[in-house]
């Protein structure tokens, strides 16, 4: 058992043209083979052959996990550019449509695909998961229900998802309309302990409806390979500051829940059901929204929320070293997320071209030139 709350970040990309930004629907012979070469265990495949995911090793600084970000985005692009590729960071790709990709060939993902079909195919989309170790690993089930409320706060902050198609959604975070059209998404049940949880499992398991818990793909989940509570509502995040204040705004909650047990001791029902209403609502409009307050029973307007986030962990962040991180987090709610700059770039470049095509191609620009800052 550990008290430090260690932490690690995993980043999904598109991996792109590099002159066009398209995506790159077949990776070339020999790419990935010189990821891993170059990155080891750091850099894997997802499930399309159009993405690929990096993450950090365990840490307790939030300043080294940044550096260790830049770095393996670099990393990755350095690699990339000699393929003609380069890579992108946002929940999706703003020209991108699904027909015509190619699965990653390895034993999971066959059963995934040959399971999911037509959906499996439509995942064209990117997250960002942060891995937090508890104290206790028994305590995660328990943590998980009483943070529920808290996930639209994570959706909002990380919106960066706002084109499906080449087509503007009218939604800041597009991603999780189409990632909950699978199974084992959204947010969690609400179980009240670790055993509810594992007996849910084994009877999953026994049924054969899936393999394992890693086949549970909540927005928040137990790892299953890890002593961690894994955070994976969050929109991949363009800025790598953003991805660092969101983890250090995690990080700081899973402390404050552990060590304020009777937080949220009583959410039920109702709270899940305001949690995903709200849920809807940060999708929706990210950062300029309102969410609803049970407690109050009134709206309160997602920077408020943020804002109200931000004081309650500040303790604990400033505890853990990561409180710079976590101010962080009012920033991208006073000035905006990814969504927000793609939507501005998108809007400036059609009225100044009035060429829609020019002005998705301004947004790839952008988002690429972005994910390397």
């Not at 960066?160 to 503007?168: L, N, R, V």
Request: glycine letters at 6%.
């Amino acid at each position: 058992m550990s008290n430090d709350y260690s932490f690690g970040i995993e980043e999904e990309f598109f991996v792109v043209d590099a002159q066009t930004k398209a995506v790159q629907r077949r990776m070339p012979s020999g790419f990935f083979d010189e990821l891993k070469e170059r990155l080891g265990d750091a850099v894997s495949v997802e499930m399309l052959q159009s993405q690929l995911e990096i993450a950090t090793r365990p840490s307790t600084g939030i300043g080294s996990a940044l550096d260790e970000i830049r770095g393996l985005r670099h990393a990755v692009s350095d690699v990339a550019g000699e393929h003609g590729l380069a890579v992108i960071a946002s929940g999706t790709h703003p020209s991108a449509t699904w027909d015509g990709v190619r699965a990653t060939r390895a034993n999971r993902y066959d059963g995934v695909m040959n399971d999911l079909k037509m959906l499996g195919e439509r995942n064209m989309v990117c997250g960002l998961h942060v891995h937090v170790e508890l104290p206790d690993p028994d305590e995660r089930v328990d943590v998980m229900r009483r943070i529920v409320s808290y996930i639209p706060h994570f959706i909002a902050l990380s919106t960066s998802s706002p084109f499906w198609g080449a087509k503007q959604t009218g939604l800041m975070g597009y991603r999780l309309a189409a990632y909950d059209e699978l199974p084992r998404t959204g947010l969690p049940e609400m179980f009240e302990n670790n055993g509810d949880y594992e007996r849910y499992v084994e009877a999953m398991v026994a049924a054969r409806a899936i393999t394992d818990s890693s086949y549970v793909w909540w927005a928040i989940r137990p790892s299953r390979q890890l002593p961690t509570l894994e955070l994976r509502a969050p929109d991949s995040c363009t800025r790598s500051t953003d991805t660092v204040a969101i983890a250090a705004l995690y990080r700081a909650l899973v402390r404050f829940l552990v060590r304020n047990p009777h937080h949220n001791r009583d959410v039920g029902p109702v709270d899940r059901a305001i949690a995903d209403e709200n849920k809807w609502r940060a999708q929706r409009y990210g950062v300029h929204g309102s969410f609803v307050d049970l407690a109050q029973r009134r709206a309160v307007a997602v920077r408020d929320a943020v804002d109200g986030l931000v004081n309650l962990v500040a303790s604990d962040a400033e505890a853990l070293g990561c409180l710079d991180a976590l101010m962080r987090v009012r920033t991208i709610a006073e000035e905006g997320t990814s969504a927000d700059a793609q939507l501005a770039i998108f809007q400036e470049a059609q009225h100044r071209t009035g060429n829609r095509t020019e002005a998705l191609g301004a947004v790839k620009s952008w988002l690429a030139t972005t994910t390397m800052q």
